[in-house]
């Protein structure tokens, strides 16, 4: 079974500066998906940024950016200019290319809260 | 168009109480999944579908029952309430399983504690 570690619980960021969230994920598949999710207090699930395995480069959504390390199996999150609108609990998942037992089912780490300070 | 709809958002049982939750998507997506999310835990997927008249077990489906009779319909059962299943209920869906393109869209979520 995969397995998706965010070894933050807590992180803190001052508004308009950078912070970065850590993920590491455990998997013998070549073929999969990486995700970050943002679940604001609200408690929707808001799909962030996605990285497709087979593609080396970064991806990127405005002033969300993704690191993709494959070899060492590390999906960092960058979130520039932070706002304080993007306080909020943030989840790396992970998505098998194929089939499972588990369907196409997401994997999610515990999650990080993300605190933005004025 | 309203995407994915839970039904209720909260509830409180007594424990051994029965109750269904309804989720219902209007994208006519084909797979559709349960998941659970815990205090300090990622979600957890309970049972998932990736058809009408189809549904699987997840990683945690035990005291869980689903059913999926419409497309655009999955209801998740629990027969007899207990005090671990106090937990938010996710509903998500998705239009096919594989491919690049199949993000999973969620529905608000539904608390339930189970006293």
């Known amino acids: 079974a995969q397995t998706v570690t965010q070894s933050q619980p807590e992180m803190s960021v001052q508004e308009a500066e950078t912070v970065t969230l850590s993920c590491t994920y455990d998997t013998s598949e070549s073929d999969y998906y990486l995700f970050w999710y943002k679940q604001p207090p609200s408690r929707q699930m808001i799909l962030v940024i996605r990285q497709e395995a087979y593609k080396q480069q970064n991806a990127t959504e405005n002033r969300f950016s993704v690191n993709f390390q494959k070899a060492a199996k590390s999906f960092s999150l960058k979130i520039s200019d932070s706002q304080l609108g993007d306080a909020a609990m943030y989840f790396c998942a992970y998505r098998r290319g194929r089939s499972s037992n588990s369907g196409y089912a997401l994997n999610f780490g515990k999650g990080t809260s993300l605190l933005v300070t004025p | 168009n309203a995407g994915v709809t839970q039904t209720p958002k909260f509830r409180v049982l007594k424990t051994g109480q029965s109750m269904t939750l309804l989720c219902a998507q209007d994208?006519?997506?084909?797979?559709m999944y349960w998941y659970r999310q815990d205090p300090g835990m990622g979600l957890r997927l309970i049972h998932y579908?990736?058809?009408?008249?189809?549904?699987a077990k997840g990683e945690v489906p035990d005291g869980y029952n689903v059913s999926r009779l419409k497309k655009q319909n999955f209801l998740l059962g629990l027969e007899s309430a207990a005090p671990s299943q106090t937990s938010v209920y996710f509903c998500?869906?998705?239009?096919?399983?594989?491919?690049?393109?199949?993000?999973?869209?969620f529905g608000p979520g539904t608390r339930l504690t189970v006293l």
């Open positions: 994208m006519n997506h084909e797979y």
């Open positions: 579908s990736v058809g009408e008249g189809t549904t």
């Open positions: 998500a869906s998705s239009l096919y399983g594989r491919g690049q393109n199949n993000e999973q869209f």
